[in-house]
């Protein structure tokens, strides 16, 4: 089932490769969840405990990545993040208060409680059985919160609070469909070979791409696959990915700041099994007494969500017009930087921040460093990895750039 340790062939003949399913270029939603809001792993030092494996270039590596056909896993993973930012149960008490956190909704709610993966340590169960059926737990010492989908079921359950959430889920298309053979786009990558040369063509410039050593993650041998920036200016130093050498599975993620210190973000296997999970691990009933919301009924306000009706957080309503529907880019690359709003967009009655309510004018003038230039003034807003700049006249612009790149790229903004 698993792939050989050496990578498999780039070699492209009639008959050859067989075209596999773009499905399979991605790893399992157990993992890839954790991967789309953490990357990272610490850089290893190389020691005489890292294995020996047969030597492989960049292309390789991302080659075997793109050929895993892993969809069945467990194991526990461990998240650590250090964005810089203040403890945001602090924030969620002084802004909402007893009422906010109760609210209308559930406190089984994943919106609400993914967000603890933003700041500290934490360890997540998970589990996978193809698209179909995922499990993510996040354990605390004397709780446990966990995310269940089982075919159009999704359940969250909060056992501190006794409380479950229930949807459906989304409708799959025919092409997602187990059995259903996907028609891949024109011109889209077809094989391992040609991913990871798309991948790197895409790189260009801007990115350096290699293969930095080895690694053992959870028991298992891995190479490490580290992706840095060409650019100066980026707030990113380094991302490295420890992936199975035997699976292509990515084990573990890191991203590194140019600040130095701790990884912005760590997210690694501790413990990982590929076998097929008990069919069990994937049902739910909530328990006697608990508190269960439908998804279906619950009332979302409508000025939070933009004309796609995905969420937007309020900001189109802050930001006049230019809320997250009118998006510029300035730059490119690393150092690419989102214009939010248009010049003099603020709302009716005044500018920017005095809008907002008193609580978040303190915590703005007391984090944020005051700039000015041919934008006007404004404020900057720093983590390690993110800065944000809100001018005078209702723009924002956010980037992962250090504070200069981002004053200069408002600077230059129309």
Known sequence: MAPNDTARSTTDTTGGVRRRRAA???????????????????????????????????????????????????????????LG?????????????????????????????LTKLVSGTHTLRV????????????????????????????????????????????????????????KL?????????????????????????????????????????????KQSGSTVSDIRVAVDARTGTPLKFTLLSTDGGKPVVEAGFTKIDFA?????????????GAKVTEADKLDGPKNHRNDKGAPDFGLGK???????????????????????????????????????????QGLMDSLGAKVSGSFGEGRVFSTRLVNALMTDDGRVFVGAVTKDALVKAANEAK
């Open 318 to 360: 802050e930001l006049g017009r230019g809320g997250p529907g009118d998006v510029k880019v300035i730059g490119e690359g690393w150092t690419s930087v989102a214009q939010l709003g248009a010049k003099n967009a603020a709302p009716a009655g005044g500018k920017g921040k005095d809008q907002l309510p008193p609580q978040a």
């Open 185 to 229: 786009p024109e011109g889209a990558p077809a094989t391992p070979k040609e991913f990871a040369e798309q991948a790197l063509k895409m790189a260009g410039k801007d990115t350096s791409v290699t293969v930095d050593g080895t690694a053992q993650v959870a028991g298992r041998d891995a190479y490490q696959l580290s992706v840095k920036p």
């Open 85 to 113: 930012l203040p403890n945001l149960d602090g924030l969620a008490k002084q802004f909402g208060g007893a009422e906010g956190a109760k609210g209308k909704g559930s406190g089984a709610d994943p919106q609400a409680q």
């Open 127 to 182: 589990a996978a059985d193809g698209p179909e059926r995922q499990k993510v737990s996040i354990l605390d010492d004397a709780a446990e919160y966990s995310l269940i989908h089982n075919g159009d079921e999704v359940w969250a359950y909060d056992s501190a609070s006794n409380e479950a959430f229930h949807a459906k889920a989304p409708e799959s298309s025919d092409a997602a469909r187990p059995g259903k053979r996907q």
């Open 276 to 288: 097929a999970p008990a069919a069990g691990t994937f049902d739910f009933t909530p328990p006697k």
């Open 24 to 82: 399979r270029y991605v790893v399992p939603v157990a993992v890839a969840g954790v991967a789309a809001a953490t990357i990272g792993l610490v850089p290893a030092l190389a020691s005489a405990g890292d294995p020996d494996l047969p030597q492989l270039t960049a292309q390789q590596l991302i080659e075997k990545i793109a050929a895993s056909d892993t969809e069945q896993l467990s194991g526990n993973v461990k998240i650590t993040t250090d």
